[in-house]
Nanobody
């Protein structure tokens, strides 16, 4: 499945952004989907994930309570609503999808990746 991420931009600290990741076909509906982020020079880090069969969600400690992952299977799109943004949230955000369930933070298990969208949070 091909993934297309969008919605990044420049925002002031405390502001909000919503990222979107649209899949090319309906296999998305039975996929685990997740968002990761990467700062140049650092490893790509897990942010949030969503299972398809029970609607489970899972978050990194650094974003829990501020970010919300949701999915619209009719539109084959997953969203990441980011509130109360901090400068340390600045990164390139990537969406990813896989067929297997659980183990959201394990990068090698994801077979499909979007191209990334830049989020910059200014002080």
């Amino acid at each position: 499945v091909q993934l297309q991420a969008s919605g990044g931009g420049l925002v002031q600290a405390g502001g909000s952004l919503r990222l979107a990741c649209t899949a090319s076909d309906g296999t998305f509906r039975r996929s685990t989907v997740a968002w990761f982020r990467q700062v140049p020079g650092n490893e790509r880090a897990f942010v949030a994930g969503s299972g398809w069969n029970r609607g489970d969600t899972f978050y990194a400690d650094s974003v829990r309570g501020r970010f919300t992952i949701s999915r619209d299977d009719a539109k084959t799109t997953v969203y990441l609503q980011m509130n109360s943004l901090k400068p340390e949230d600045t990164a390139i955000y990537y969406c990813a999808a896989k067929v297997s369930s659980g183990n959201y933070a394990f990068k090698p298990s994801y077979r499909s990746w979007g191209q990334g969208t830049q989020v910059t949070v200014r002080e």
